[in-house]
């Protein structure tokens, strides 16, 4: 349906809008939230925005000029994401309304990836955009979903200090357990390689 969409011109989330479960899309603005959209900056990035703002001296904006964000989807982008609209228990609304459990969604996340009735739902408990879900887990594009060109660099320069800050810390704590997972598959599978000599 998106593909025929596109070919002939039609609005993306239109064509979505008419077939279950996506009847739901404009029944909430269809433009990311703030926080939505930080989540979709890289951390390097972010970091990068602290150092213009904290250190003009030697991180003058002027080295921004010209140079892009680093383009999502990133490594980490859905897990974010969903970060920036769980109310407290995301993964089990998740969980309770598509009948997929937990441990499936948490394989998902750990794979950066997210199926169509899993955004919708993640969508829902949230109270995020509808169209935002479909734009992170690559189902539609940015554009196709109402994103504004520039929406992501213009979050990033708006953020507050604190905000940013806090997103930071976030994504850190995002980066510390993906080492340890990662640190923790490669001994076992050394382990298993010991074993199976």
Do not use: C
């Amino acid at each position: 349906m998106i593909a025929i969409a596109r070919a002939t011109g039609m609005n993306v989330i239109d064509a979505l809008s008419v077939f279950s479960p996506y009847q739901v899309i404009k029944s909430r603005p269809i433009e990311p939230s703030s926080a939505e959209l930080l989540s979709q900056v890289h951390h390097a990035d972010l970091m990068a925005e602290l150092q213009f703002r904290t250190s003009k001296k030697h991180y003058p904006r002027e080295l921004r000029k010209g140079i892009d964000l680093i383009p999502f989807p990133h490594e980490g982008s859905v897990r974010t994401w969903i970060d920036s609209i769980d109310p407290g228990d995301i993964r089990q609304q998740m969980s309770q309304e598509t009948g997929m459990a937990l441990t499936y969604i948490a394989t998902q996340l750990t794979e950066n990836k997210l199926n169509p009735p899993l955004a919708i739902a993640a969508s829902r408990a949230g109270g995020g955009s509808f169209a935002t879900g479909l734009v992170v887990t690559e189902l539609i594009t940015p554009a196709e979903g109402g994103w504004q060109i520039r929406a992501r660099e213009d979050e990033l320069l708006e953020v507050s200090d604190d905000a940013l800050v806090e997103a930071i810390s976030a994504r850190i704590h995002l980066l510390q357990r993906r080492v340890k997972q990662r640190k923790e598959a490669r001994e076992y599978a050394e382990k298993m390689t010991e074993l199976l000599g």
